[in-house]
């Protein structure tokens, strides 16, 4: 299973953007996508995740209400559309996939997930 995230860039705050993540090799094994994120100098933190067989998304707390993830069953491909970005948002973002079936609780740790794209940087600038 490869992945590979795109769509990262320069934003002012205020701003929006869209991040993509393409899977291939395998897709069709997947179960659960995600989006993490990480700082210079901090842990990778839980963005948002959801199934590819549908449910509400589930979104970490500090994107909650600006962050939306979405997906494209057919395309194999995931999107997290950002807007009212902070520049504490600045970070690498990373699309990472199980094919394990992970119950909500664990949706957010990174170990619960096999497989993840190589990152794309956004930075918000004040």
């Known amino acids: 299973v490869q992945l590979q995230a795109s769509g990262g860039g320069l934003v002012q705050a205020g701003g929006s953007l869209r991040l993509s993540c393409a899977v291939t090799g395998g897709a069709s094994r997947t179960n659960v996508m995600a989006w993490f994120r990480q700082a210079p100098g901090k842990e990778r933190e839980f963005v948002a995740a959801?199934?590819?067989?549908?449910?509400?998304?589930r979104y970490g707390d500090s994107v909650k209400g600006r962050f939306t993830f979405s997906k494209e069953n057919a395309k194999k491909t995931i999107y997290l559309q950002m807007n009212s970005l902070k520049p504490e948002d600045t970070a690498v973002y990373y699309c990472?996939?199980?094919?394990?079936?992970?119950?909500?609780?664990?949706?957010?740790?990174?170990?619960?997930?096999?497989?993840w794209g190589q990152g794309t940087l956004v930075t918000v600038s004040s």
């Open positions: 990472a996939t199980t094919t394990r079936g992970l119950i909500w609780s664990t949706m957010d740790i990174t170990d619960s997930y096999d497989y």
């Open positions: 959801n199934r590819w067989s549908g449910g509400s998304a």
